[in-house]
Each structure stands twice: as C-alpha cells, then as structure tokens.
C-alpha cells in the first residue's frame, strides 16, 4: 500500500492540470449543452484507463455511468459505485467575474473545484492507480441534476446502486476531512395558493387575498414542524400579487425542510400534504417538489466505515467520520439501506461561494485511498 501512495504523489501534477482544464468549463444546473459536453470529456477521459461509459438520457441531462470491470479473485464480486454530479451552482461567467480561476501554492480557488470536480478528478485518478491491481468493479455514476435535488436522476441512482456491495460519495468531506457517516433528509416542498382577484378599494370584498391565505399557511406550517424540534423548517423563496390596489389571485412559498429520521419526515409530510383553507373560496395545494430521504446511522455504514480506516491506516492516513446535516445523492442510497459513505472528495471550503478552493495535495490523498478501498473492502 505505500507503493500505492507513491504512485498518487507521481500522478499529483497531472491531476491538477486535470482539475484546471476541468475548472474551466462551466456547467451550472439547467445548462443541458454544457453538462452533456463535460460529461461526453469525463467519458473519453476515462476510457483511457480502461473504463466504458454509457449514458441515461434525462430532462436535465444525461446520467453518466462509467465502469470499469473487476480484476483478479474480486473481478466477480458485486460493484462498488461511486457517486458524483457535475453540475455546479456558478452561473456562466463566474470564471471571468466572481469566480475566477487561480492557485496560491496548494490551494486551487474556482467554481466548483471544491463541490464537486476535485472529487470526480480524486476517482479517475483512482482509477489509473488501480491497474495492475486486483479490485472489484466499479461503476461511477455521474449525474447532472444534484444541487437542485436531483429532480430528475435520483431515480436512476438508486437503480445503478441497487445490488452493489457499497456505495462512496465524492462529495466535499467535513472541514477537518472526516467522512460522512450519515445525513439528514432534505425535502423541498411548495405550497400554492389560489385566490381571486378584485380592486382592492372598490369591491375588495369580492376578492379572495392569496397571499392573506399564504401567510396564515405558513403561521400553520411554523406551529406544526414546532411539533417536531429536530425538525429544520426554512421558508425560502415568497412571491404573488403585483400592485396594491389589486386583491392578488394567486401566490406561493418554497420550505426546505430537514429531517434526521424517515419516521418524522413521513409524518411532517403526511400533515402537510392535508393542509386546507383558512378562507371560503381560497384553494391550497400542497407538494412536494424534491426529496432525498434522510440516511441515518446503521450498522452497515460502521462496518463500511471500519475497513475504509484500516485501509487508510496501510497508507498512513488517520480516517475518522461523523454524520452530516447537509443533503445529497447518498441520501438516496443510505436511505434505500445500501451501505454508504460520503465525503471522498478533496478537502476545502466555500462550497457554493465566492471562496470556493480546495487543498490540490489533498486529491493525492483522496484518490490513493479510493484505491486501496476498492482493492481491499
């Protein structure tokens, strides 16, 4: 294993120019071109350590499902599956305005090199330390949806993951580089309003307020998750109405909700969804716009997490992991009962910010141990 570890410090600069090149190409949610082409690179990229790639057509993009086949006494054994998403939160145009590119020493600074692509460059590089070695297979899914929910792919994560032996996040790590052993589940639900409208002076009794109706909505979802104090209720996004001599017909709210268990979040959203109107005339209509479940701790997990320690131990690496608050495609797996761990990407910091950077020595770190797990465990 210390020659594994050798072999991750030689690949160290061509990992960085990777990073770079890739840093490079913007692909924000919803830009389907600009994620399909990245992937379409990602794919031949990755053909020449031997992988074969297809591809899941969906509204937001394509999945990308690379794999790599099995070697030695473990080439018959059930895959492992490595999650990540190439979609990132940078509008087009960061790279020349908010986010631009640089590096200071080890710290590389740019949109999304720290959520997520240096993770995704940790496992092709992963894949390159592997030949020559036995390992299991390995099928590293792509997805292009994830920071908004993955509305459209989540479905076909939990489809590609069905039946593998575990399943490991290339998501950011906690700050201190620890895994993510666990994480809450995140829902984001809407609730629509409709009214009717009438001036607001002349006939204000003909119409029905909406955002009147939406704002007694609300005072009755804050009571309601009050119920449940592990429960993370935030109201995000408000709009109706236009001009104030009008009654306005229609309005709505977007909550992000967070659970820690699936018990409470079926119950929260059961009450939810049986929401009525406070006024004759108003129609409220509840629902659901994403959802990950919440992944919690299980035995499968602290088994998992036990041989990734030992196998960073062979490579000098102290291994620890906690559970996290934030969301993202392990809920899915964790949550459907597949043994999972998350945060295998790169350490850093300023996820989705102007700050966004990431440690470059780190990534040799990660992908020398995404290696020897997928050799060993």
């Known amino acids: 294993m210390s020659s594994l570890m050798e072999c991750a410090?030689?690949?160290?600069?061509?990992?960085?120019?990777?990073?770079?090149?890739?840093?490079?190409?913007?692909?924000?949610?919803?830009?389907?071109?600009?994620?399909?082409?990245?992937?379409?690179?990602v794919a031949a990229e990755a053909g020449a350590y031997g992988a074969t790639s297809r591809r899941v057509p969906l509204p937001?993009?394509?999945?990308?499902?690379?794999?790599?086949a099995g070697r030695g006494p473990l080439a018959a054994a059930a895959p492992a599956v490595l999650l990540a998403h190439h979609d990132t939160v940078h509008a087009v145009g960061s790279l020349t305005g908010a986010v631009p590119l640089h590096r200071d020493g080890d710290v590389?600074?740019?949109p999304g090199v720290f959520d997520m692509k240096g993770g995704l460059v940790a496992a092709l590089s992963a894949f390159a330390?592997?030949?020559g070695h036995d390992h299991r297979p390995v099928r590293l899914l792509l997805t292009p949806d994830e920071e908004i929910g993955s509305p459209s792919s989540a479905a076909t994560v939990v489809a590609q993951a069905t039946g593998a032996a575990y399943v490991l996040g290339l998501e950011p790590p906690h700050?201190?580089?620890?895994?993510?052993?666990?994480r809450m589940g995140s829902t984001r639900w809407q609730l629509a309003v409709t009214g009717r409208a009438s001036h607001a002076a002349l006939d204000p009794g003909a119409g029905i307020n909406a955002i009147d109706e939406l704002t007694d909505q609300?005072?009755?979802?804050?009571?309601?998750t009050a119920r449940y104090p592990q429960v993370l209720a935030n109201v995000g996004v408000i709009d109706g109405g236009g001009r104030t001599n009008v009654v306005p017909d229609a309005a709505?709210?977007?909550?992000?909700?967070?659970?820690?268990?699936?018990?409470?979040?079926?119950?929260?959203?059961?009450?939810l969804a049986d929401l009525t109107p406070v006024r004759p005339g108003a129609l409220v209509a509840p629902s659901v716009l994403t959802r990950r479940p919440a992944w919690g701790p299980s035995q499968a997990t602290d088994t998992?997490?036990?041989?990734?320690?030992a196998a960073g131990a062979h490579l000098g690496q102290e291994i620890s992991g906690r559970a996290a608050t934030g969301a993202a495609d392990t809920n899915l797996t964790g949550g459907a009962g597949i043994p999972s761990l998350d945060g295998f990407g790169p350490v850093g910091a300023g996820a989705h910010a102007v700050t966004e950077h990431v440690l470059l020595s780190s990534i040799t770190q990660r992908a020398a141990l995404l290696a020897a797990v997928l050799s060993q465990v």
């Open 9 to 41: 410090r030689q690949r160290a600069d061509e990992d960085v120019e990777r990073l770079i090149a890739w840093a490079q190409v913007e692909t924000p949610t919803g830009d389907r071109a600009a994620l399909d082409g990245f992937a379409s690179r």
């Open 60 to 68: 937001q993009g394509d999945v990308l499902v690379v794999e790599v």
């Open 108 to 110: 590389l600074h740019g």
């Open 129 to 131: 330390l592997l030949a």
């Open 175 to 182: 700050p201190d580089g620890a895994l993510k052993t666990s």
């Open 218 to 224: 609300l005072l009755t979802v804050r009571a309601l």
């Open 252 to 271: 709505r709210a977007v909550v992000g909700l967070r659970f820690l268990d699936q018990e409470t979040e079926t119950a929260v959203l059961a009450e």
């Open 304 to 309: 998992l997490l036990a041989s990734v320690v």
